[in-house]
């Protein structure tokens, strides 16, 4: 199974980025799809999740109304998009895929290798 996250850049506040995360070596459409981020110095964290199907999102309350998550399981990936960027959304993102769970790091048995997101002030 790979996980492979991709979008990550420098932005002002204020501003957008959009992740995508391409998954190969599993039934995608089996698994719950997550969005983590971790920041220096401090522990990984809830970001979004996204059901099976795509029909229920879920988001930690310091993004919400700010991040949309969205998946296409035709092909295989899952994105997040990010507005209204603040610098304390700096921080390492990594997708996760499980079969069960939501916003627990444990819940999701793979991976991605992250991709960092910095926003300057």
């Known amino acids: 199974v790979q996980l492979q996250a991709s979008g990550g850049g420098l932005m002002q506040a204020g501003g957008s980025l959009r992740l995508s995360c391409a998954a190969s070596?599993?039934?995608?459409?089996?698994?719950?799809m997550g969005w983590f981020r971790q920041a220096p110095g401090k522990e990984r964290e809830f970001v979004s999740a996204i059901s099976w199907g795509g029909a229920t999102t879920s988001y930690a309350d310091s993004v919400k109304g700010r991040f949309t998550i969205s998946r296409d399981n035709a092909k295989n990936t899952v994105s997040l998009q990010m507005n209204s960027l603040k610098p304390e959304d700096t921080a390492v993102y990594y997708c996760?895929?499980?079969?069960?769970?939501?916003?627990?790091?444990?819940?999701?048995?793979?991976w991605g290798q992250g991709t960092l997101v910095t926003v300057s002030a």
């Open positions: 996760a895929a499980g079969r069960a769970g939501w916003s627990q790091s444990t819940e999701y048995a793979y």
């Open positions: 070596g599993l039934t995608f459409s089996a698994y719950i």
